[in-house]
């Protein structure tokens, strides 16, 4: 019997159930089943202390250095901003770990069924240009580790313009990690949990080296830790305020798309604790020693080298002796594994989720994949990095747009639907549906996000290099993520008071209550109705026959009534009609 080489059928169309509707609906963007349910508490917090673990994460802290401030001025900005992100990114994926849906389907409920491929579309564009940048410093790596071992690589002819952030022989080594994160990529995503761990070990050996080499080359702590700051009075104040509220901003990807990771939880409140503690303890672990390693090199060459990759082929290339390359090699090798997946958990991943949500019946989640590889490349992220200015001004702009669309969430979700979400009409563009709106957008969430982003969008235009405005408007933009997520929440409560939607008139004048574990997983057990293309029982009901209609065409809800359904305790919502 020979060997047989079958080419596997190619099939335009996610393969799917009969009866659902594909252009909303595909096995990834389902609620979690129970059995995939594995993050625990530890889960959330062993998760962020690998997940920060990437050269990326130490660039904030050192860029902050090169504008005066001391040490632990940034560090202690850095983790009061960490801080308060996280409690963002609780509230704000509570959705998640509620009813275990993903951001694309949870921003159904207040943008609209296809208004919510807006939001999506910010967030995988945002994924995107992370992931670029997390190539860039991956591509770094692989340059050092290769420079280890063969040294005339560092002599190749460079023609990358001055603006770039790689050079020539550089380059190379972004498309060979660009190369390693796709086949990655080919793994089943339950298998990914062990390599975190492997990950978080790997990363915290390559620090330890990089930390003992950069003391080693620079004779010492020596004043490091102790030199003061080379900014006084109401600039540092300002300084002070900037970068705590940028450390914040910088992690607004994070808090936009919480519910990606929380819908994995076990239970609700495992990710309470795990990423309030988890979240700003590791950063501040990994800023602490990105800004001591930064702080070494002045020392060490009377300049400050933000950077760690380039402080770490600058001693490579002046000390090129068997210890030196060794120490290198064992250090990129950590510092490329942990930038590789940082790749795949942080960025990838999500942008997996929400590109796939927005052609779902066409695009699978590997499809997603290979999207968001291919925009990794076309926007140039070499040139993103190319200097600390553009790295601060990248990531403090385009807050804007992201925090708009969670104070519309958080408003949605807290306010005017009491923590309900209807998960069968999240999944159908049924026009009786209450998240049907107006032709499948709800035109006030969109007016509050355009108030939002553009409360703030003259600060947006001076960071990106617009010239005239005045300090009052340049040091406004310091406080943009909070300023922009009240306003865009407060626009759309007033506009969804004053022209009622239909999440707003049903929970009118209840009490906050979300569904109950056993009320989710009535729906999300409930297969056989989906694979005959049904809609699902109504919660509460003891038939399959949907009667929702009653409920969401008269938007009066009359009194909660307790009631067992095959044994289970539900809530129901009974509804004069």
């Known amino acids: 019997m020979g060997f047989q080489f079958k080419i596997p059928k190619f099939q335009l169309e996610v393969p799917g159930s009969e009866g659902r509707e594909k252009s909303l609906e595909n096995d990834d963007l389902l609620p979690v089943p129970l059995e995939r349910r594995t993050w625990t508490f530890w889960t959330f917090n062993i998760f962020w202390f690998s997940a920060v673990g990437t050269v990326a994460n130490w660039l904030g802290g050192g860029t902050f250095l090169t504008y005066g401030i001391s040490i632990w001025d940034g560090i202690l900005c850095n983790f009061f901003g960490y801080l308060l992100i996280s409690l963002f990114m609780v509230v704000n994926g509570r959705a998640g770990s509620v009813y275990h849906i993903g951001f694309p389907v949870y921003c159904r409920s207040s943008f609209g069924i296809y208004g919510s491929l807006w939001p999506v579309f910010n967030r995988a564009l945002s994924a995107c240009v992370w992931n670029g940048v997390n190539t860039v410093t991956g591509g770094q790596c692989i340059y050092i580790f290769l420079h280890t071992i063969f040294p005339s690589i560092a002599k190749l002819p460079n023609h990358m313009p001055s603006n770039s952030a790689l050079d020539s022989a550089q380059m190379v080594g972004f498309f060979l990690f660009w190369f390693f994160t796709c086949t990655a990529l080919f793994l089943s995503v339950p298998k990914w949990k062990i390599l975190i761990h492997i990950k978080l070990v790997a990363y915290v050996l390559s620090c330890i080296g990089m930390l003992a080499l950069a003391l080693k080359t620079s004779g010492g702590v020596g004043d490091t830790l102790t030199q003061g700051s080379k900014v006084h009075g109401s600039e540092r104040a300002w300084l002070i305020v900037r970068f705590t509220l940028l450390s ?270 056993e009320e989710v997983e009535l729906y999300v057990a409930g297969s056989e109705w989906r694979e005959k293309g049904e809609m699902p029982p109504v919660i509460g009901r003891g038939d399959s026959t949907p009667e929702l209609g009653p409920v969401y065409g008269s938007g009066v809800v009359e009194d909660v009534d307790e009631k067992k359904i095959e044994g289970v305790s539900t809530a129901v919502l009974e509804a004069r009609n």
């Not at 990838?348 to 989640?365: E, F, H, K, Q, T």
């Not at 409360?455 to 010239?467: D, E, S, T, W």
């Not at 406004?476 to 922009?484: E, G, H, N, P």
């Open 248 to 517: 914040a901003a910088g992690c607004s990807t994070f808090a936009s798309n919480a519910s990606d990771w929380q819908r994995n939880a076990t239970h609700r409140k495992d990710p309470v604790i795990g990423q309030i503690f988890g979240f700003p303890m590791s950063n501040f672990i990994t800023t602490l020693v990105g800004m001591i390693v930064a702080a070494s090199s002045e020392k060490a060459y009377g300049t400050l080298i933000w950077n760690p990759l380039t402080y770490l082929d600058r001693i490579l290339t002046e000390n090129y002796t068997p210890s030196v390359r060794c120490g290198a090699a064992f250090i990129s090798f950590g510092f490329t594994y942990s930038a590789l997946f940082s790749c795949v958990f942080e960025n990838v991943l999500p942008a997996g989720n929400d590109i796939s949500s927005l052609l779902p019946r066409y695009i699978s989640m590997k499809r997603a994949f290979a999207i968001c590889m291919i925009m990794t490349i076309v926007i140039n992220p070499w040139y993103l990095l190319g200097s600390a200015s553009i790295f601060i001004s990248f990531i403090s702009s385009y807050q804007i747009f992201l925090f708009s669309i969670i104070g519309v969430l958080l408003v949605d979700y807290y306010i005017l639907s009491k923590g309900r979400l209807d998960l069968a009409w999240l999944y159908t563009a049924n026009k009786e549906g209450p998240y049907w709106y107006t032709y499948g957008c709800n035109w006030r969430a969109f007016v509050a996000y355009v108030v939002g982003a553009g409360v703030n969008f003259a600060g947006f235009l001076n960071n990106m290099g617009v010239k005239g405005f005045s300090t009052g408007v340049i040091r406004s933009f310091y406080f943009a993520f909070i300023t922009t997520g009240c306003a865009a929440g407060l626009t759309y409560y007033l506009l969804a008071t004053i022209f009622p939607q239909p999440n707003y008139k049903i929970n009118k004048g209840t009490k906050f209550r979300e569904w109950t574990e």
